[in-house]
């Protein structure tokens, strides 16, 4: 059982570059969400998707884009990197068939943009 | 939005020592979490409280949900090398989609 897949794990851009990160999760699970952790600043929530066909913009969605089409992938697009988006990004997935529900995350993808 | 107050921000401490970190927030959350992230990994959930005043173990790990719902705080007894890490504490609220509201995390270091 894979879990929550994310990929490339390393990636360097360049100012203005595009690029999109891949998250795919094999658990069947509705919910899926993209998180950016800075050094020192815990995980900020970056968009979130309840189903295939919505997404809904998180605290710090700027510069970035997504996409449901599926239920188990979830990308996230950057556009114009920029050096504001050097940073390593999680994907996280959970039911969301109870009350309370446990996320569980990929092992990040760390992205330096210069 | 919310925000929760993580601390300490980073421990030192000789194996087998006990560490206590907490959490607290400026306004309730329905439930609290705590994760550990291993270098170059993602967060692992550790313990999930779902009740105000819940104490909950695993393994060598106690964690507690305070009464007033807006403070958690995780306990570590007899520490080994393998719990270095970053531990974040994360709140939700139902009705919020199970988004989380994460501290900023408090990094341990244990010394064999």
């Known amino acids: 059982n894979a879990g929550v897949t994310q990929t490339p794990k390393f990636r360097i851009l360049k100012i203005g570059q595009s690029m999109t990160l891949q998250c795919t999760q094999d658990?069947?699970?509705?919910?899926m969400y993209w998180y950016r952790q800075d050094p020192g600043m815990g995980l900020k929530l970056i968009y979130y998707?309840?189903?295939?066909?919505?997404?809904d913009k998180g605290e710090v969605p700027n510069g970035y884009n997504v996409s449901r089409s599926t239920t188990e992938d979830f990308p996230l697009r950057l556009e114009l990197a920029a050096p504001s988006q050097t940073s390593v990004y999680f994907c996280?997935?959970?039911?969301?068939?109870?009350?309370?529900?446990?996320?569980?995350f990929g092992s990040g993808t760390q992205l330096s943009v210069l | 939005g919310q925000q929760l107050n993580q601390s300490p921000q980073s421990m030192f401490i000789q194996e087998g020592e006990d560490v206590s970190m907490n959490c607290t927030s400026s306004?309730?959350?329905?439930?609290w979490l705590w994760y550990k992230q291993d270098p170059g990994e993602g967060p692992v959930l550790l313990i999930a409280?779902?009740?105000?005043?819940e104490l909950t173990s695993n393994g060598r790990l106690t964690a507690q949900f305070g009464i007033t719902r807006k403070d958690s705080f995780l306990n570590i007894s007899a520490s080994i090398p393998s719990d270095v890490g970053i531990y974040f504490c994360a709140g939700q609220n139902r009705g919020s989609n199970y988004k989380l509201t994460f501290g900023k995390g408090t990094l341990l270091t244990v010394n064999p």
């Open positions: 996280a997935s959970t039911f969301g068939t109870t009350t309370n529900e446990k996320l569980f």
């Open positions: 658990m069947n699970h509705n919910y």
């Open positions: 409280l779902y009740k105000a005043g």
């Open positions: 306004s309730i959350f329905n439930t």
């Open positions: 998707s309840v189903g295939a066909g919505i997404t």
